[in-house]
């Protein structure tokens, strides 16, 4: 869980500035190389993580702000896993506990 720690905060603190320009261009090309991207200068720190993650069994939760890149490290660490798909979910609007066990968990009817 440390480790975990670490990942966010190196995604909120340290790696702001280079992943935000990286994750708009990464939806614009879905065939673009996420490990190249993990390889950029300003990424290091990040990538190591990443890289520690991806042979890891254990369940990951990746939170940050709005363009981060998020949605690029999970699913490098999914592929890496061969664990499909990435399951996003947005609970920031909803203050409601039920709508996020629901969102995270599921719910039965």
């Given at each position: 869980?440390?480790?975990?720690?670490?990942?966010?905060?190196?995604?909120?603190?340290?790696?702001?500035?280079?992943?935000?320009?990286?994750?708009?261009?990464?939806?614009?090309?879905?065939?673009?190389?996420?490990?190249?991207?993990?390889?950029?200068?300003?990424?290091?720190g990040?990538?190591?993580?990443v890289?520690?993650?991806?042979?890891?069994?254990?369940?990951?939760?990746?939170?940050?702000?709005?363009?981060?890149?998020?949605?690029?490290?999970?699913?490098s660490?999914?592929?890496?896993?061969?664990?499909?798909?990435?399951?996003?979910?947005?609970?920031?609007?909803?203050?409601?506990?039920?709508?996020?066990?629901?969102?995270?968990?599921?719910?039965?009817?």
């Amino acid at each position: 869980m440390e480790a975990a720690a670490r990942v966010l905060s190196l995604l909120l603190d340290g790696a702001d500035a280079a992943v935000a320009p990286v994750s708009s261009e990464v939806s614009e090309r879905p065939g673009l190389d996420v490990d190249a991207l993990l390889d950029l200068p300003g990424l290091r720190g990040v990538a190591e993580e990443v890289r520690a993650w991806q042979h890891s069994d254990l369940p990951l939760l990746v939170t940050g702000e709005s363009g981060v890149g998020k949605t690029v490290i999970a699913t490098s660490i999914a592929r890496a896993r061969g664990r499909q798909p990435v399951v996003r979910a947005t609970l920031g609007s909803s203050d409601d506990l039920n709508t996020i066990t629901s969102e995270l968990f599921g719910h039965e009817r």
